[in-house]
């Protein structure tokens, strides 16, 4: 009886890891096809070969791969991707601002701190949400302490942004991922 049980968790364990190399091999040729954009023979056979191949180089690495269903974090990653995008515009609005005002002059400058971020992919998360948002660059990452290192255009690129509104949304993020 002990054998069945040792056995058959080892086949559902097996069954779920199929089942996300399915799923991994699945998304890999949607998004294949998606940029192609053509779907004739040639594209479409292409597109199994290396998602298959991707798929099969990703097999020991299976235990990365996901295995909660996205609709819980369905929510908080919208959330983030707007207000990434709306940070995004208002940072352009403000480069335009400082740049073509004959009055303003650029006060460029450093900033370190901190944020409370609990992981290391909230933290590379928040460096390149910075670093996308024009007037700012993210430097440095400390991963042994967690510190950042930011240039910024301005005084008010450079501010709030150890406890920002991205910074939020990424701390929501790991707690819906840890969950």
């Known amino acids: 009886m002990r054998l069945y049980r040792r056995f058959s968790y080892v086949t559902y364990e097996v069954k779920k890891v199929r089942k996300r190399q ?28 290396l998602s298959a191949l991707v798929t099969w180089f990703w097999r020991d690495l299976s235990d990365l791969l996901p295995s909660k269903s996205l609709t819980g974090r369905l929510p908080n990653t919208i959330r983030y991707g707007l207000t990434l995008l709306w940070e995004i515009i208002l940072a352009n609005i403000a480069v335009a601002r400082s ?74 993020l790991e707690r819906s991922r840890s969950k």
């Open 99 to 172: 740049l073509l005002s004959s009055q303003s002059k650029l006060d460029s400058g450093f900033v370190s701190f901190k944020p409370d971020l609990q992981t290391s992919w909230g933290q590379v998360l928040l460096a390149n949400s910075i670093t996308i948002t024009p007037g700012t660059v993210t430097i440095d990452v400390n991963p042994d302490t967690g510190v950042f290192l930011v240039h910024g255009l301005t005084e008010s690129m450079r501010e709030g942004l150890e406890d920002g509104r991205l910074v939020r949304c990424i701390q929501r």
């Open 22 to 49: 399915i799923v991994l091999f699945m998304v890999l040729l949607l998004f294949w096809l998606l940029l192609s954009s053509d779907y004739d023979a040639q594209h479409i056979i292409t597109g199994l070969v």
